[in-house]
Nanobody, 118 residues
């Protein structure tokens, strides 16, 4: 089992920045990738960004490329999402996710709210 706890959400004006953190604990010795998803009211959960365990290669949804940066501190077992140039459409609950195998996301955090005002 892996426990994930997100933090860092909040209210920010359009054009501003936030950094989300996700602290992992438990059976953290095995991971294929870690990532971030978001879910806006009335919409399905969507992929935002992920980082691959084998080589720490990051990949992003087209909507956030050039604005968001995903990173991981292995010593702290913490995943980050630096969000710059935020837009109102980025408003959502952001979830951290952990994958131990291809094509699956096995564990989820409780989510942190990000609200971007225009």
């Amino acid at each position: 089992q892996v426990q994930l706890v997100e933090s860092g959400g909040g209210l920010v004006q359009a054009g501003g920045s936030l950094r989300l953190s996700c602290a992992a604990s438990g059976s953290t010795y095995s991971w294929y990738r870690m990532g971030w998803f978001h879910q806006a009211p009335g919409k399905e959960r969507e992929f935002v960004a992920a980082i691959r365990g084998s080589d720490e290669y990051p990949y992003y949804a087209d909507s956030v490329k050039g604005r968001f940066t995903i990173s991981r501190d292995n010593a702290k077992n913490t995943l980050y999402l630096q969000m710059n140039m935020l837009k109102p459409e980025d408003t959502a609950v952001y979830y951290c996710a952990w994958s131990i195998g291809v094509g699956r996301w096995d564990y989820w955090g409780q989510g942190t709210q990000v609200t971007v005002s225009s």
